[in-house]
């Protein structure tokens, strides 16, 4: 932890492994591995992972392809689920799944929403950021996705 925002009640978290740096509200955890960044509320129904895409490792282009090739792949597992990527003003991308099926330890259905940005002048790297959610409170975690960019810092 590097820094708590009582004014706003964040607490702003690094996760070194990532090389990235995000503003969590109060009472949640976070950790890392070698990988990724986890982060969860106190009651566990809201949870964040950070990591590193290598656009070229996973198959695809850029950001763009990846978005696209990432919904059509979820949806093609769980023929439910369904998915809308959108190309956002500064270049990044949302993508937002829902009807996604509950996982061990929920009680309902979900909403993941899926941020991916490249790295500036390099679009074969990036950054995704996923926060799922309970489906009843969507609203709140779009929300919250926009704060969570909105504080995101990436040490490319």
Same mark, same amino acid.
């Given at each position: 932890?590097?820094?708590?925002?009582?004014?706003?009640? /964040?607490?702003?978290? #690094?996760? %070194?492994?990532?090389?990235?740096? =995000? *503003?969590?509200?109060?009472?949640?955890? $976070? @950790?890392?591995?070698?990988?990724?960044?986890?982060?969860?509320?106190?009651?566990?129904?809201?949870? /964040?992972?950070?990591? #590193?895409? %290598?656009?070229?490792?996973?198959? =695809? *282009?850029?950001?763009?392809?990846?978005? $696209? @090739?990432?919904?059509?792949?979820?949806?093609?597992?769980?023929?439910?689920?369904?998915?809308?990527?959108?190309?956002?003003?500064?270049?990044?991308?949302?993508?937002?799944?829902?009807?996604?099926?509950?996982?061990?330890?929920?009680?309902?259905?979900?909403?993941?929403?899926?941020?991916?940005?490249?790295?500036?002048?390099?679009?074969?790297?990036?950054?995704?950021?996923?926060?799922?959610?309970?489906?009843?409170?969507?609203?709140?975690?779009?929300?919250?996705?926009?704060?969570?960019?909105?504080?995101?810092?990436?040490?490319?």
């Amino acid at each position: 932890m590097l820094a708590i925002d009582n004014d706003n009640g /964040l607490a702003r978290v #690094r996760f %070194d492994t990532i090389r990235a740096e =995000v *503003s969590l509200p109060l009472g949640w955890q $976070a @950790t890392e591995d070698w990988e990724r960044g986890v982060a969860f509320s106190g009651d566990k129904r809201y949870r /964040l992972i950070l990591w #590193r895409v %290598d656009f070229a490792f996973e198959g =695809v *282009s850029d950001a763009e392809h990846y978005a $696209a @090739t990432k919904g059509g792949t979820i949806k093609a597992r769980r023929p439910g689920v369904q998915a809308q990527a959108r190309k956002l003003g500064d270049g990044s991308f949302l993508i937002v799944y829902e009807n996604v099926p509950p996982s061990q330890g929920d009680a309902e259905r979900r909403v993941v929403f899926d941020l991916v940005l490249s790295k500036p002048g390099n679009p074969k790297e990036g950054v995704l950021l996923t926060l799922g959610v309970p489906a009843a409170d969507a609203d709140r975690g779009l929300k919250l996705m926009a704060l969570l960019k909105s504080k995101l810092r990436i040490d490319w």
